[in-house]
């Protein structure tokens, strides 16, 4: 890699983290307190928008706690757990009382919370730099990171960034990732998700996440691969959106079309209308599976959505994202105790390891059901009447799409689902 442009300003640290969306600012303030050095590079300034259900299960919660975000804070809005619709049936599940998670989800936009867990970071000591666009990885003559390229605003100066490690929490893009040759799977699905701001007062503090399995998409007739959402902010606000995933030997599915098509359906009370929308439609890919592998090479680290961490069962990644930032940052720290060198990549090699002792077999479960149900009839045959009807039936489903369980087994539930996962081949590297 060239050395980057002649006369261009220079920072240095111990570690760079490239985008400060949730997996970035979460790696960020974890090396900070590790005591490392850090710089969190962000290519935006904050707040910002980002297309997102705005949704947090337990798990999710989990990973803020261990942060010391203040989830009492304004802005914050609890949820008791979720409630699903299918074919006429309407059933409320609340988050289960486990003893490793909260028994409660949080909802907040975007818009602020990316900008509220940046600061958090910068206030652990990560050094924040915005409105830097990482343009391309610095490497040594043995191909080994060492830092990275970038312009600054407003008047695009160039400027190096060096560090011995760098983690790419860059999106769904993965632009640092692919510029060291790290290519996503396309095995493995990238689902498509869209979401609108309502105001109505009579959802905004609805205590539960509703989720409508039935849809169909309106130029085929055929189920939706996918559902769609009703999220309540409790600012006067709801996220109204949709997921799908991608249907093989068909079109892509228009959700634009599909979100029309379904909110007629959805009670009038409600106001979900065109004239209560308070924000454009906007979408973004969901990369799923892990598609991208290893999430450790030569210096870089991958988290969040550059590394495909997205659940392929529900399509939620935050949560993921702030997990995977924390295991980066400690497999940094804990290499740093060492001096460079094979015992310090032997360290660093733990980091997908680990990855895949968390995921590994869930997610090859989940890509499967998404091939074999999911990506074609969406989720109403998991929603049968039958289960529906059934209480355990429901909550063992709910814990699988959620991935919320005790870790030993809480209960038969969490038993069964642990038994499940070891049945599942171990994913290769």
């Avoid at 760079?16 to 490392?36: D, F």
């Avoid at 893009?173 to 979401?195: K, Q």
């Amino acid at each position: 890699m060239p050395a980057g442009p002649v006369g261009a300003r220079e920072e240095q640290a111990q570690v760079i983290v490239v985008g400060a969306g949730p997996a970035g600012s979460s790696a960020a303030l974890h090396l900070a307190r590790a005591g490392l050095d850090v710089l969190l590079l962000e290519k935006s300034g904050f707040p910002r928008e980002k297309a997102c259900g705005d949704g947090l299960t337990p798990r999710g919660v989990a990973q803020l706690v261990r942060m010391g975000v203040d989830i009492d804070a304004p802005g914050w809005m609890r949820n008791r757990g979720m409630r699903w619709v299918c074919e006429g049936n309407r059933v409320e599940l609340d988050w289960p009382q486990l003893g490793s998670l909260p028994d409660f989800g949080l909802t907040r936009s975007r818009h602020d919370f990316d900008d509220l867990l940046a600061a958090h970071a910068a206030a652990a000591g990560a050094r924040l730099r915005t409105q830097v666009k990482v343009t391309a990885p610095l490497t040594d003559r043995a191909g080994r990171i060492t830092g990275v390229t970038a312009t600054r605003s407003p008047d695009g100066e160039p400027v190096r960034y060096r560090a011995p490690f760098v983690v790419a929490a860059d999106g769904a893009s993965a632009r640092t990732a692919v510029a060291l040759g790290l290519a996503r799977d396309t095995n493995r699905p990238v689902a498509a998700a869209a979401r609108r701001y309502y105001h109505s007062q009579a959802r905004t503090h609805d205590p539960y996440l509703e989720l409508w399995a039935d849809l169909r998409c309106p130029h085929t007739g055929l189920d939706l691969p996918g559902y769609g959402w009703v999220f309540p902010l409790g600012d006067g606000r709801v996220n109204v959106g949709l997921g799908a995933l991608p249907q093989r030997r068909r079109r892509p599915v228009d959700l634009r079309s599909a979100l029309e098509h379904w909110l007629p359906r959805l009670p009038t009370e409600w106001g979900i209308q065109e004239e209560n929308a308070e924000s454009p439609l906007r979408s973004a890919p969901l990369p799923m599976g892990l598609n991208r592998r290893p999430q450790y090479r030569r210096g870089l680290l991958l988290v969040g959505d550059s590394a495909g961490m997205v659940s392929p069962w529900s399509g939620e990644g935050i949560a993921q994202a702030m997990e995977a930032a924390e295991v980066a940052a400690e497999t940094i720290a804990l290499a740093l105790a060492r001096p460079a060198g094979p015992r310090r990549e032997r360290v660093l090699e733990q980091y997908p390891t680990e990855i895949r002792r968390r995921w590994g077999r869930y997610y090859r479960l989940g890509s499967l059901a998404g091939d074999l149900v999911l990506a074609r009839y969406g989720y109403r045959p998991l929603l049968h009447p039958r289960v529906m009807a059934s209480p355990p039936l429901l909550r063992a489903l709910a814990r699988l799409l959620t991935h919320v369980t005790d870790e030993p087994a809480h209960d038969t539930i969490d038993a069964v689902l642990h038994t499940l996962m070891r049945l599942v081949p171990s994913p290769r590297r």
